[in-house]
């Protein structure tokens, strides 16, 4: 078994599903003219994006390849019919005579790895599934999670805020005390426990890159490389974490999930509930309206949707961060940001962290002309004219200071801003939850 697959299988070890497989062996049999022929059947258990649960049991009769990928949230199923050869998988999902999609990739007896397309290729996942023993109906539970690493990064005393939402991705901030600045961190997991990622400023510029190594769950310790190409080692040790949760949803025509954190503060967590169950009644309402008996290939995932949370700084005292959210049926991406005070139970707005009568707009767009200064965005007219009109409005808290951000654009993204807490300590009210931060 190779490194890669080894990896793999065991994420899928730790890959949670609600309900076990529900297709069996008498439904993929009757797929075949001659079930009589049938060589082996197998059944899987996967993902579409990191995301969708799906069961697949597929047949093969040393010809042809047939069976049958359900959505576990829906139980709704399709069809499919294709060929396997030297470990090469190719599936067409058929509804009668009509193709709705492609399935095609690497297939051995442990793995599935593929992708999936809709019938003209203009939506499309990725594929992973593990085989399952189907008899003992075999579990698999996923973990997502955000970590706190405080330590040394390139000989320098340095916080570490990472968070990972699906099976590659991470993300988060690092903050170097002696700078009391922060970085934007976002890379990728090479195998279950080594990831590199790379610093950026706001300005989207490298500042650096980091690789490193999970060691036990407790450690992080690895290279830093600056932006020159001196590498240094660095170790961090946890501090804090938090868990995330996930819901999601898959059927023919629509698919929606949302990644969202669980504290150990079930005010705050009821609190965010606004936000999760905000987003899933917009994608019931809008898939209610679908004719779910329809199933033309046109129809084919077209209503698709998702939302995850961003963090921007986890303490005992406070969490803070933005929801994404993404719509098939909307032209613009939303973000909605979030600042909680976990001591006093209580949302954290602009009004209970500044003093009455400071003038923080005129602040903010005195940061904005000075923090873009070096931005290549700012050599282009219509970004210049584009970026006055903006109020960033949405705001975050940050181990260095506040950061204000606009809406996403299509064209520019989203800009942001961060005011130091050096700046702003005169003006922050001494009982805000946030005051204590401007000592860092």
Request: charged share 30%; glycine share 6%; proline share 1%.
């Amino acid at each position: 078994m190779t490194l890669i697959r080894t990896f793999t299988l065991l994420f899928f070890l730790c890959f949670s599903f609600s309900s076990n497989a529900q297709i069996v062996d008498k439904e993929i049999s009757a797929l075949f003219k001659k079930p009589k022929n049938i060589k082996w059947l197998r059944h899987y258990q996967g993902t579409v994006d990191d995301m969708k649960k799906v069961n697949i049991a597929l047949a093969f009769d040393g010809n042809q390849c047939k069976g049958v990928m359900e959505y576990v949230s829906s139980k709704e199923k399709v069809n499919l019919n294709g060929s396997i050869k030297k470990g090469k998988l190719k599936l067409e999902e058929v509804n009668g005579s009509q193709v709705t999609g492609y399935i095609e990739g690497s297939f051995d007896k442990d793995l599935i790895n593929a992708e999936w397309s809709n019938f003209d290729h203009t939506v499309g996942g990725q594929i992973t599934a593990v085989e399952i023993d189907y008899l003992k109906k075999a579990e698999i539970v996923k973990e997502n999670w955000i970590r706190v690493y405080k330590g040394f990064v390139n000989s320098k005393p340095a916080e570490v805020l990472l968070y990972k939402i699906d099976n590659t991705q991470v993300h988060g901030q690092i903050y170097f005390n002696d700078e009391h600045k922060s970085y934007n961190l976002k890379g990728e997991f090479s195998t279950d426990n080594v990831f590199n990622v790379e610093l950026f400023d706001n300005n989207y510029k490298k500042d650096g890159e980091i690789k490193a190594e999970l060691t036990s769950g407790k450690f992080l310790k690895g290279f830093y490389k600056d932006k020159n190409g001196k590498k240094t080692s660095s170790s961090l040790e946890l501090h804090r974490k938090l868990t995330m949760e996930s819901i999601e949803y898959g059927d023919f025509q629509s698919s929606y999930d949302v990644y969202y954190p669980i504290s150990g503060n079930e005010k705050f967590n009821t609190w965010f509930n606004k936000y999760v169950e905000g987003f899933l009644n917009s994608c019931r309402v809008k898939t209610s309206h679908l004719k779910k008996d329809s199933k033309k290939a046109d129809n084919r995932m077209t209503n698709r949707s998702n939302a995850w949370t961003d963090i921007s700084y986890y303490s005992d005292f406070i969490i803070s961060g933005g929801v994404t959210f993404n719509k098939s049926w909307s032209d613009e991406q939303e973000i909605k940001s979030f600042n909680y005070d976990l001591y006093s139970e209580k949302e954290i707005t602009l009004k209970s962290i500044f003093q009455e009568g400071f003038d923080l707009e005129k602040l903010i767009q005195k940061e904005i002309r000075v923090g873009l200064k070096n931005n290549e965005l700012n050599k282009d007219s219509d970004f210049r004219k584009w970026i006055k009109k903006e109020t960033f409005g949405n705001f975050t808290i940050r181990k260095d200071g506040i950061n204000f951000s606009t809406d996403f654009n299509a064209l520019y993204g989203k800009q942001s801003v961060t005011i130091p807490f050096g700046k702003l300590k005169p003006y922050i009210k001494k009982e805000s939850a946030v005051y204590r931060l401007t000592s860092n």
